[in-house]
């Protein structure tokens, strides 16, 4: 997903280690932390590293540790370090692949298809995959902060269509106002199931849990 910060995931937890938050303090945030981390000299590396890339470094600390420091293009490692050659321009390529922003009706809401819409309700991930397809994504324009929600609420209360309500986030927050509220409504929020979910719950160990069913 999105290089901002979140207060959400950042908050600094209890010192317990079973917290997952704790996790996500604790993430590596630039690429010089993560080579550290690893063992590995940028210099050495057989491709030029972008230490400055603005979607930046973020991974956490238990992702990180499955890496196999010994072979520079150890699939996850290439999914977390940031290359130069990302910014190579590819004929046929878009920063907006799935097409969003032409079926964004309302800041915070994406409909594309006709029963279901995805809210845009967070901003945050536990990871950045430098394949992320929403990393240019206008979320600073898209907030569902304020009156966004109430008139995001009604869209989809007169839509008699839509029966699914999908969470950006990889998992419905009780916590979060959207969630709440669309729970309120009648339509169904879609709950996560194991074959679907995507990156956050995968990557801090003590949310597995959220992938059963």
């Not at 210099?43 to 956490?60: G, I």
């Not at 238990?62 to 290359?83: G, T």
Request: hydrophobic share 30%; net charge neutral; charged share 20%.
């Amino acid at each position: 997903m999105i290089p901002v910060s979140s207060a959400t995931l950042d908050t600094i937890a209890p010192s317990n280690s079973e917290f997952w938050q704790k996790a996500m303090a604790q993430c590596f945030r630039s690429v010089p932390e993560l080579l550290k981390h690893l063992n590995l000299v940028e210099e050495q590396l057989p491709y030029a590293v972008d230490s400055q890339n603005a979607f930046r470094t973020k991974v956490t600390r238990y992702f990180a540790d499955l890496i196999n420091p010994k072979d520079p293009y150890d699939p996850i490692l290439l999914q977390i370090l940031p290359r130069l050659d990302e910014k190579a321009e590819i004929k046929g390529f878009s920063v907006d692949p799935l097409e969003e922003a032409d079926h964004s009706p309302l800041p915070g809401l994406i409909h594309k298809y006709q029963n279901r819409v995805l809210l845009i309700a967070h901003q945050a991930c536990a990871i950045h995959c430098r394949y992320c397809f929403r990393r240019h994504f206008p979320y600073s324009e898209q907030s569902l902060r304020g009156h966004a929600l109430d008139k995001v609420l009604d869209y989809i209360v007169k839509d008699p269509q839509i029966n699914e309500v999908k969470n950006s986030h990889s998992q419905p927050n009780p916590h979060c106002p959207a969630t709440t509220h669309y729970n309120h409504t009648g339509k169904s929020f879609w709950q996560p199931k194991s074959q679907s979910c995507t990156g956050y719950p995968l990557q801090p160990p003590k949310r597995n849990h959220l992938c059963t069913g």
